[in-house]
């Protein structure tokens, strides 16, 4: 089993920034990466950004340009830099992480924490 822990939502206005920090514990010998998504109310779970281990990182066309995903492979820790935060923004943001995979829905999530942005 591997656990997620996330710290870093809160309330912020429109064009602020937050950062979003993820740590994973537990089994995570065979862990290649990790990713945010997001759930709106109302909405499906939507991938947000994600980071390969020593080879990448892929983000969702409305991420690119704002949001930035790092991530230290050997800590089992990624963060997600947004920046030029919009109120469709507001979501709860979780971070993902798969066994023998860069990331997967299938895997395991964190608790999420809660982005609100004002406008």
């Known amino acids: 089993q591997v656990q997620l822990a996330e710290s870093g939502g809160g309330l912020v206005q429109a064009g602020g920034s937050l950062r979003l920090s993820c740590a994973a514990s537990?089994?995570?010998?065979?862990?290649?990466?990790m990713a945010w998504y997001r759930q709106a109310p109302g909405k499906e779970r939507e991938f947000v950004a994600g980071?390969?281990?020593?080879?990448?990182?892929a983000y969702a066309d409305f991420a690119k340009g704002r949001f930035t995903i790092s991530g230290d492979g050997a800590k089992r820790t990624a963060a997600l830099q947004m920046n030029s935060l919009k109120p469709e923004d507001t979501a709860m943001y979780y971070c993902?992480?798969?066994?023998?995979?860069?990331w997967g829905t299938g895997g395991y999530w964190g608790q999420g924490t809660q982005v609100t942005v004002s406008s």
């Open positions: 980071i390969k281990w020593s080879v990448g990182t």
């Open positions: 993902n992480c798969a066994s023998g995979a860069f």
């Open positions: 537990g089994r995570t010998f065979n862990l290649y990466g």
